[in-house]
């Protein structure tokens, strides 16, 4: 079983930066493969990154390209979503996502609670 704790969240301005953190326990994130999403209400839940359980592939939802990466501290056992020039519409909740058996981008079997982010104009 793997649990994920997300934090990090928080209210900021247009423009500035945050960074998400998701700590893994039950499993090394050398074994998984790891995604962050978002949810905003009445909306789907939106793909934001992924990173391969080498650490050396990442894709990207067109939102997140050029302005998020995901990370990873392997001795930490913690994925990372630093985020730049914070827009409105990047607000809703992260997820913290991870596939122990799929290689795809939006195929996860376990997901953490979210931490809410709030980007405010």
């Known amino acids: 079983q793997v649990q994920l704790v997300e934090s990090g969240g928080g209210l900021v301005q247009a423009g500035n930066s945050l960074t998400l953190s998701c700590v893994v326990s039950?499993?090394?994130?050398?074994?998984?493969?790891m995604g962050w999403w978002r949810q905003v209400p009445g909306k789907e839940r939106e793909f934001v990154a992924w990173?391969?359980?080498?650490?050396?592939?990442?894709n990207y939802a067109d939102v997140a390209k050029g302005r998020f990466t995901i990370d990873r501290d392997a001795a930490e056992n913690t994925v990372y979503l630093p985020m730049d020039s914070l827009k409105p519409e990047d607000t809703g909740i992260y997820l913290c996502a991870a596939a122990t058996t799929s290689a795809s981008y939006y195929t996860y079997n376990f997901w953490g609670q979210g931490t809410q982010v709030t980007v405010s104009s």
């Open positions: 039950g499993r090394t994130v050398e074994d998984l493969n």
């Open positions: 990173l391969s359980w080498s650490g050396s592939r990442q």
